[in-house]
T-cell receptor
Framework: AQRVTQPEKLLSVFKGAPVELKCNYS??????LFWYVQYSRQRLQLLLR??SRESIKGFTADLNKGETSFHLKKPFAQEEDSAMYYC???????????FGAGTRLFVKA | DGGITQSPKYLFRKEGQNVTLSCEQN?????MYWYRQDPGQGLRLIYY???????QKGDIAEGYSVSREKKESFPLTVTSAQKNPTAFYLC??????????????FGPGTRLTVL
């Protein structure tokens, strides 16, 4: 079955510390993977997608097909990174996107 | 903000009543989606539509119905058959082809409370 697992409901780090939000997936084909973010009082929006291989707001994510993971990383967390982060998977050619349960990141001053 | 709008922001319903949530987009996207967001469960897909006059059930379609008579609009009706309708409902849209396809654009959401 297709599934996206985010094992941490809450992650709390100090400002300037590295942060890694974990995401593992279960999918039989070649998925497209995404990270979406929801800041306080804002709508859910795309942060990055693996196919773009880009860094957004200092965040990167590497697709590891062997470990079926797509962890989100940032070397130095900022207070404005505090938000809810969702990992998502989309089947190529299809239109269904499956979301993980989300991880709330709290960056402390 | 624009793009994709949902109304109303808050909605209260008595048990046994049907209620319709509005979703409109001006992004010229072919695909539209409805999700339900519950604490600790992420987003779960209710229905999606790839083209006008066509839609498919998602993972939790029971107790819900949709229509897609216009490209811009994808209203969701929460019927009295939905056992636990109190939730936050999100509408989204996306292109169906091109480099940006599969990236979803979300509305601000509607919080439905059943009294």
């Amino acid at each position: 079955a297709q599934r996206v697992t985010q094992p941490e409901k809450l992650l709390s780090v100090f400002k300037g510390a590295p942060v890694e939000l974990k995401c593992n997936y279960s999918y039989s084909g070649s998925p497209e993977l995404f990270w979406y973010v929801q800041y306080s009082r804002q709508r859910l929006q795309l942060l990055l997608r693996h196919i773009s291989r880009e860094s957004i707001k200092g965040f990167t994510a590497d697709l590891n097909k062997g470990e079926t993971s797509f962890h989100l990383k940032k070397p130095f967390a900022q207070e404005e990174d505090s938000a809810m982060y969702y990992c998502a998977l989309s089947d190529t050619g299809g239109f269904k996107t499956i979301f993980g349960a989300g991880t709330r990141l709290f960056v402390k001053a | 903000d624009g793009g994709i709008t949902q109304s109303p922001k808050y909605l209260f319903r008595k048990e046994g009543q049907n209620v319709t949530l509005s979703c409109e987009q001006n992004l010229n996207h072919d695909a539209m989606y409805w999700y339900r967001q519950d604490p600790g469960q992420g987003l779960r897909l209710i229905y999606y539509s790839q083209i006008v006059n066509d839609f498919q059930k998602g993972d939790i379609a029971e107790g819900y119905s949709v229509s897609r008579e216009k490209k811009e609009s994808f209203p969701l009706t929460v019927t009295s058959a939905q056992k636990n309708p109190t939730a936050f409902y999100l509408c989204a849209s996306s292109m169906v082809q091109g480099d940006g396809k599969d990236t979803q654009y979300f509305g601000p959401g509607t919080r439905l409370t059943v009294l």
